[in-house]
């Protein structure tokens, strides 16, 4: 029986190609499945829930710009010679 590498859950889905593709119901993690060698283990990221009182910080990409509030259009924004 195949057992996930990660948790040792029995509810595994293995996807029979080329490459045998496997995954985790119970914690997500994925593999390959080559009879009963398991390789290129994944375990799959936990989200963690913050408190109440934590603010979630996001990056910008390169290309995005800050959005100002005191400017009421674009064009007040200059840039000095």
């Known amino acids: 029986m195949i057992r996930c590498p990660v948790c ?3 509810t595994v889905t293995v996807v029979l190609n080329s490459k045998s593709h496997a995954s ?3 914690c ?5 499945q080559e009879g009963s060698w398991q ?7 936990r989200i963690v829930q913050l408190p109440e ?3 979630r910080l996001t990056r910008r990409s390169e290309h995005e ?3 100002s509030s005191d ?3 674009p064009s007040e924004e200059a840039v000095g010679t």
């Open 53 to 55: 009182d934590v603010i």
């Open 24 to 26: 985790c119901a119970s």
């Open 39 to 45: 390789r290129f283990i994944r375990a799959a990221r």
């Open 8 to 10: 040792q859950s029995t």
């Open 71 to 73: 400017l009421e259009s």
């Open 28 to 32: 997500g993690a994925t593999w390959i």
């Open 65 to 67: 710009r800050p959005v």
